[in-house]
Each structure stands twice: as structure tokens, then as C-alpha cells.
């Protein structure tokens, strides 16, 4: 292997994170040029990175990114292989950039995400594949759900990441007017609701957005619990068992984690007393790092 000037050796890997040696053998090919060399290392981090695309990736860390207005805000699963690469400088600035990226852009999945490009230019699928060219492991933009109050509404949307990553909260909620907006009480309302769903996970705002086919269901599980007793006796139990079904999934339903003598709903009621404004949870969604479950729901028209 020819000599290579190691000054330039050191550029060239601190511009691409690739390792020592690469960067001597890319150099090498190239002349010592280390524009070329970059091209190279590029190229052939590339086609390493289809090779690791297909091992499984289930640490990493769920992400959010809310845009200083507060009216746009995304909320992002991205995986990697080990939890050591979770934890590396590398990835976790790569993390924050890329979801800085996701808000910006007008893509509404994950496949016309990849295919699309960034602020500087760069598809966001070579983004990737050069990251996992520098760390060696597979990396993933699982999903992710973007949030944008409509315009002419007063509100904000939020995040709250749980227990550094394993758990993420982004939730929209509108209100009458942008006083509101900008007051205080408001904004500590929104809080307690994101702490509120990354702690008691429900699954919908409210009891009529429960899918018809599961009401159904459950609604026969506890008739048969109840055989045997007289039909109108049977009809109060399973209502009481519903009432409790709902009051474990829906949002509005719960009891607040930081009062429960009180729900969600009360939350919400009093504080559209105390602003003299109409407050609506929207919708929320809520991640788990690395979940069989799949996407989570996003939730639409709350209170």
C-alpha cells in the first residue's frame, strides 16, 4: 500500500466517520484525492449498508422534534442493532438531525420518505445507508407521525420522551384562540396530557372512536362471564364492565395520573372554565421502542 500523508488520512475520516484503514485504502485508489476517496467510501458504503439492511434492528430510540411555533411537531421510531450504537455520539446526533429533517418534509410515509430529499440535498435513504456504512449496524426509520394544528386554530402540539427513548408522546390539542395558546395554564395542561398518555397508554380520545367490532367483542366476553343471571341483570353487569373497559381506554375516560379523583375529561373541562376557551385533545400517538404492535393508533377528534 502506498504512502499516504496520514494528515490527509485524518481528514478524510473525520469527514466520513469511516474507519483508518478505509480511508487509507480509498485514498490510495484514488490518488491521494480526497474528494475521489470520499466518492469512493460513499459508494462503497452504500452497497455495505444494502448488505446490513436486512439484519434485525430493534434498539435505537423514539424521538420528537416540535418546531418553535409549536404547530408542527413529529415523533419518530429509529432503530438500530445494539443498544451500544443507541448510546454512540454518532448515532444520536445523526437521530437528531434526521427528525429535525422528517418536520420539515411533506412526506406522509416512511417509503416516499427514503426516496425523498433533505434541506441539503441528500436522499434521505443515502443519509442512512452512509450512516450504517460509518456504525456498522443496520438502521431503520421505523415510522413516524407528523401533527400540524390546522391553520385559522388556536393550540399547540407536544412531545414528551419517556425513560431516555423507550417511550414517546406526541399529541395535538386546539383551543379557541392563540391567548390561550401562549397562556400558561394551557401549556401545562398539554403537558400533564403527554405524561398522561405515555404513563397510562390509552388507545383512543373517546368512547365512540373504539372500533365497533371490538365493542362487540368485549361486550360478549362479559356475557359469558355472567351466564346464568336474568337478562336485565346481565345488561347492568356488562355495562359496568364496559364503563370500566373505557375508562381504561380512552383518554378522556381516565383517571389523571397526577389527581385521580378527577379524569381527563374534568382535567379539560376545568381548564376551559378557567381560560373561558373551548379546549379539543385531537389526537395523540404514543411509541414504544421496538413494540410488536406495529404503528399506534393516531387518534382524531377528541373532546
Keep these: ?12 475520516r473525520e469527514k466520513t466517520n469511516a ?21 469512493l467510501l460513499r459508494q462503497k458504503g452504500i452497497a455495505s449498508a444494502g448488505k446490513k439492511a436486512s439484519r434485525h434492528a430493534k434498539e435505537g430510540a423514539v424521538v420528537s422534534f416540535i418546531q418553535p411555533s409549536g404547530k408542527t411537531g413529529v415523533l419518530v421510531e429509529i432503530n438500530c442493532e ?44 443515502d443519509a442512512i445507508a452512509a450512516t450504517i456504512a460509518a456504525l456498522g449496524e443496520n438502521i431503520v426509520i421505523r415510522r413516524f407521525a407528523r401533527f400540524q394544528i390546522a391553520e385559522g386554530n388556536g393550540g399547540l402540539v407536544a412531545s414528551y420522551i419517556h425513560l431516555q427513548g423507550k417511550v414517546g408522546v406526541l399529541a395535538e390539542i386546539n ?33 365512540d372512536q373504539v372500533d365497533a ?16 343471571k336474568p337478562e336485565n341483570i346481565v345488561e347492568k353487569i356488562v355495562d359496568g364492565k364496559m ?14 395520573i397526577k389527581n385521580p379523583d378527577i379524569t381527563v375529561k374534568d382535567l379539560v373541562a ?24 406495529g404503528e399506534a393508533p393516531v387518534e382524531e377528534e377528541g373532546h
Design 270 to 293: 376545568a381548564k376551559e372554565k378557567e381560560l373561558s376557551d373551548k379546549i379539543s385533545i385531537v389526537r395523540f400517538v404514543r411509541y414504544a421502542l421496538g413494540e410488536e404492535s
Design 243 to 256: 364503563d370500566k373497559f373505557y375508562s381504561t381506554a380512552c383518554l378522556l375516560e381516565q383517571a389523571c
Design 175 to 207: 383551543c379557541g384562540n392563540e391567548v390561550t395558546a401562549k397562556s400558561e395554564g394551557f401549556r401545562e395542561m398539554v403537558k400533564d396530557i403527554t405524561l398522561q398518555v405515555a404513563a397510562a397508554h390509552p388507545v383512543v380520545v373517546s368512547r
Design 213 to 228: 367490532a371490538l365493542v362487540a367483542s368485549e361486550r360478549e366476553i362479559y356475557k359469558a362471564q355472567v351466564q346464568g
Design 82 to 125: 445494539t443498544d451500544f450504537v443507541a448510546k454512540n455520539d454518532i448515532f444520536t446526533k445523526f437521530v437528531k438531525e434526521i427528525t429535525a429533517e422528517i418536520a420539515a418534509s411533506g412526506a406522509d410515509s416512511v417509503p416516499a420518505l427514503l426516496e425523498s430529499a433533505g434541506s441539503t440535498g441528500v436522499l434521505f435513504k
Design 1 to 12: 500500500m502506498a504512502d499516504i500523508n496520514p494528515a490527509v488520512v485524518k481528514a478524510l
Design 19 to 39: 474507519g483508518m484503514m478505509d480511508c487509507k485504502r480509498a485514498l490510495t485508489e484514488a490518488g491521494g484525492n480526497i474528494e475521489k476517496a470520499e466518492a
